[in-house]
């Protein structure tokens, strides 16, 4: 379904292209969206919270919240970025 609106689509696979965190999976849902995982829910927001969060924010908002939940800490499920020649989250080249 969220394949259907590209700004979305684009940021869930921003997110998904910076953490692994099993099962993840977004739902939108009267104005709001909320996150899932393997374990259950997650976090829930106003859909416009998400669309003004950069991916990065977003992966660090769902670490958190799965630690403070679940008692997981999440930056374990984060993707190797070593290979790239610099830092993949900086604007700078």
Do not use: C
């Not at 829910?41 to 991916?55: G, N």
């Not at 630690?67 to 989250?89: I, L, S």
């Amino acid at each position: 379904m969220i394949e259907n609106d590209r700004t979305v689509f684009e940021k869930m696979i921003g997110i998904w292209a910076i953490t692994r965190i099993p099962a993840l999976r977004m739902t939108p849902h009267g104005g709001e969206v909320g996150f899932f995982w393997v374990k259950g829910p997650i976090t829930k927001m106003p859909f416009k919270a998400f669309e003004d969060m950069a991916a990065i924010e977003m992966v660090n908002l769902i670490e958190k919240e799965i630690d403070k939940h679940y008692g997981v800490n999440a930056k374990q499920f984060r993707a190797d970025f070593r290979g790239y020649m610099g830092d993949p989250f900086s604007s700078q080249r």
